[in-house]
């Protein structure tokens, strides 16, 4: 069966701080891959997807960047945080139109 | 512009009773509808799914309906338990418009089953 990991489950980090979470998924091959973000009190945004390794369509401007090294790797970054950058950052794999997501990273940034 | 609504932010019902959970979408090109629960801290929950070619989907105690000249679903939950209790939020996408499959959400409704 498929299983989709993500790390770190928390994270604080300071203003203007770099950041890496990365997200691996088993149990499958060539998955499109998601992040999104769920600020406080709203719903899933979509920040980034990928079809294959190295292909990466950004949805919004922003302060974030997505790197896909592996088959199955899916890494968000920002070079420095800002304070809007805080939020719940889920990853998801897709097959069929489903979507299928990860346990979620809580980012508070400060 | 909001393609995925959920105009309802709360519901509350009684354990035993029927839950029935709104989501209203914009875009007629829109053609597989999705909903999914979600505890707080943890990662959506698929829950279940209708193409556009239905109206009406059922699993277990989740059933989904699909009016698409009302642009409107709706998931019905019965009996409600309280462990139903969470943020359920509609989804929809272009199942046949390519190898991405975009979802776009609504911002939720929490549900909340009384014992």
């Known amino acids: 069966s498929q299983t989709i990991h993500q790390w770190p489950a928390t994270l604080v980090q300071p203003v203007g701080s770099p950041l890496s979470l990365e997200c691996t998924v088993e149990g499958t091959s060539n998955p499109n891959l998601y992040w999104y973000r769920q600020a406080a009190g709203r719903g899933l945004q979509l920040l980034f997807y990928s079809v294959g390794i190295g292909q990466i369509s950004s949805e919004v401007p922003q302060n974030l960047s997505a790197s896909r090294p592996q088959d199955r790797q899916f890494i968000l970054s920002s070079k420095k945080l800002l304070l809007s950058d805080s939020g719940f950052y889920l990853c998801?794999?897709?097959?069929?139109?489903?979507?299928?997501f990860g346990p979620g990273t809580r980012l508070t940034v400060l | 512009d909001q393609q995925v609504k959920q105009n309802s932010p709360s519901l509350s019902v009684q354990e035993g009773r029927i839950s029935i959970l709104n989501c209203d979408y914009t875009?007629?090109?829109?053609?597989?509808f999705l909903w999914y629960k979600k505890y707080p801290a943890e990662g959506p929950t698929f829950l279940i799914s209708?193409?556009?070619?239905?109206d009406k989907n059922e699993d277990g105690r989740f059933t989904v309906f699909l009016n698409k000249s009302a642009k409107h679903l709706s998931l019905h939950i019965v009996p409600s338990q309280p462990g139903d209790s969470a943020v359920y939020f509609c989804?929809?996408?272009?199942?046949?418009?390519?190898?991405?499959?975009?979802?776009?959400f609504g911002k939720g409704t929490l549900l909340t089953v009384n014992p």
């Open positions: 209708i193409s556009s070619i239905k």
């Open positions: 998801a794999w897709s097959v069929l139109g489903v979507q299928f």
């Open positions: 989804a929809a996408t272009l199942n046949s418009g390519g190898s991405n499959y975009k979802l776009t």
């Open positions: 875009n007629s090109m829109f053609d597989y």
